[in-house]
């Protein structure tokens, strides 16, 4: 994080009080500072500022440096604490953070808050706007509003910035550069400013007009050394929780990854792989030392999740699930497809930086292959089809251990016939009877069994007779509802 005293001293520069920082003394109204939250907010992105800020302890005409009493931490409404008061009267609840500092002999005190991304920060059902040194309600000034959703539109949660006013030392502190050009297989730099300029090139960090570095948020998220280190990003970490029995009952433990994505991807992967289980045997292709799910159904189901999540949820991020029977893993974020079509749609993703970025280091598909290698490890592995769901505002991918076709219900048997029809189909063949009995291991002579399932998923929509087929009704193929 940078030195509280930096942002001390590049707040008291400023010429004038700005729309981005309100100064005070002693003035701890808590509907006052509740409104100024929403306000600095709001006026924070429409000037294109990482943060707003009040601060305590600097005059707001003379920007003299005199210090302040006021402790948020210790300040109460009724039982309740300031911070948590003004968080349940935020919409949404924005990440804000209260530095303290003694600077120069006397107390500073500061709120440093995130600015407003895809909706203005309301405070007790309002939004609120700065007006020069006045904060004033949003409504009241329609062409600022119109102004502020048109830049909701047009700048992604990655080119935000995590942290601002960084030095050289603290940049190559808190970013593992080496492990970025480790992953871009690129040599490293001999020299610090070559590595700079590099970051500066993808983005990573910016230039700060003080010849400092701002950390965007892609930069952060993927090669933090310690997501703690970026207060607004830690609870984007990747949280890994095993359960004693098919249940959320029971927790045997729970990792949070602290590094960022790019940077722990391969440590978190072999840390799930070494939860599981290893089944001496599945089917009649696998006998001993073979992991429950397949390593590259898991590799790309966690990609998938750290890629297409919903940044801008705050309080939530991605999460791997792990139970006897079954993996969930899931993110804040509604997908944007259909989940019917994980396996054919060209990828979407709220996140193009930060899903180029991890295509060039190969940790995801860059052609969108990711679903189809996913469902054709499981078809090897024999085990039930991945569920792929939408359960409020999260997306999550499930992934089932192996069952005998007996053993699954009428629901799973279905998925199975569909996600079959669709990888042979994008695969440049077409499901038949035969194929959907070697898929869930079914006997010959019961191909009435298959016959059932087939029918099932017709019934259902999922897929359809090829009309190009001819001939008998054990030569009939069939192709997904969308083919």
Same mark, same amino acid.
């Given at each position: ?6 942002i ?11 729309e981005w ?40 005409d ?10 948020? !931490? @210790?300040?109460?409404?009724?039982n309740?604490?300031l &911070? =948590?008061?003004? $968080?349940? +009267?935020?919409?949404? /609840?924005?990440?804000?953070i ?34 020069g ?8 000034y329609p062409?600022?509003e ?22 050289e ?22 020299? !610090? @400013? ?7 090139? &993808? =983005?990573?960090? $910016?230039? +700060?007009?003080?010849? /400092?570095?701002h ?7 993927l ?23 098919n249940?959320?009952v ?31 045997q599945?089917?009649?292709?696998f ?19 750290l ?13 791997? &699930? ?13 997908p944007l ?9 060209p ?11 991890m ?13 189809d ?23 999550i ?55 059932r ?18 001939g ?5 193929s069939?192709l997904?509802f969308?083919?």
């Amino acid at each position: 994080m940078a030195d509280i005293e930096e942002i001390i001293i590049e707040l008291s520069n400023l010429p004038q009080e700005a729309e981005w920082v309100e100064f005070k003394v002693n003035n701890t109204d808590p509907d006052e500072i509740g409104k100024n939250i929403s306000a600095l907010s709001n006026s924070a992105a429409l000037l294109n500022k990482p943060f707003g800020y009040i601060v305590w302890g600097i005059k707001d005409d003379t920007h003299e440096i005199i210090g302040t009493d006021f402790s948020p !931490r @210790q300040k109460k409404i009724g039982n309740e604490e300031l &911070e =948590n008061w003004l $968080l349940q +009267a935020l919409e949404p /609840k924005i990440n804000f953070i209260i530095l303290e500092s003694v600077f120069k002999t006397v107390k500073i005190t500061i709120i440093k808050i995130p600015r407003a991304v895809n909706t203005p920060v309301r405070f007790k059902n309002n939004d609120y706007i700065r007006i020069g040194s006045y904060t004033k309600p949003l409504r009241k000034y329609p062409e600022k509003e119109r102004t502020l959703w048109r830049i909701f539109d047009q700048l992604p949660f990655e080119k935000g910035v995590a942290e601002e006013f960084v030095s050289e030392n603290n940049v190559l502190e808190l970013i593992n550069y080496p492990k970025y050009f480790s992953l871009m297989q690129q040599p490293l730099p001999e020299n !610090r @400013q070559a590595i700079l300029d590099k970051l500066l090139s &993808e =983005n990573i960090i $910016l230039r +700060a007009e003080n010849g /400092k570095y701002h950390i965007t948020n892609v930069g952060a998220i993927l090669f933090a050394k310690n997501l703690n280190d970026f207060s607004y990003l830690k609870r984007k970490s990747l949280r890994i929780i095993i359960y004693k029995g098919n249940s959320r009952v029971e927790t045997i433990k729970e990792q949070i990854g602290s590094k960022g994505y790019a940077a722990g991807f391969e440590g978190a992967i072999r840390y799930i792989n070494d939860q599981l289980p290893q089944n001496e045997q599945i089917g009649q292709a696998f006998r001993q030392e073979v992991r429950m799910y397949p390593e590259i159904a898991i590799r790309e189901l966690v990609a998938n999740a750290l890629i297409h999540q919903d940044l801008n949820i705050t309080g939530a991020g991605p999460m791997v &699930e792990v139970f006897t029977d079954r993996m969930e893993i899931s993110n804040p974020g509604v997908p944007l497809i259909d989940t019917l079509r994980f396996i054919d749609e060209p990828p979407k993703s709220r996140n193009e930086t930060l899903a180029s970025l991890m295509r060039r280091m190969a940790i995801c598909e860059e052609r969108g292959s990711g679903i189809d290698k996913v469902i054709n490890s499981v078809e090897v592995f024999q085990l039930p089809a991945p569920d792929f769901r939408v359960a409020g505002l999260s997306t999550i991918a499930i992934l089932f251990g192996y069952r005998e076709f007996n053993q699954m219900n009428k629901e799973e048997r279905i998925r199975a016939c569909y996600q079959h029809a669709c990888l042979l189909f994008v695969s440049g063949d077409k499901m038949s009877n035969a194929s959907l009995r070697k898929r869930l291991g079914i006997k010959d002579k019961n191909y009435p069994q298959a016959s059932r399932i087939i029918k099932d998923a017709i019934d259902k929509g999922l897929i359809r007779t090829n009309d190009e087929g001819g001939g008998s009704k054990r030569d009939t193929s069939y192709l997904p509802f969308w083919a």
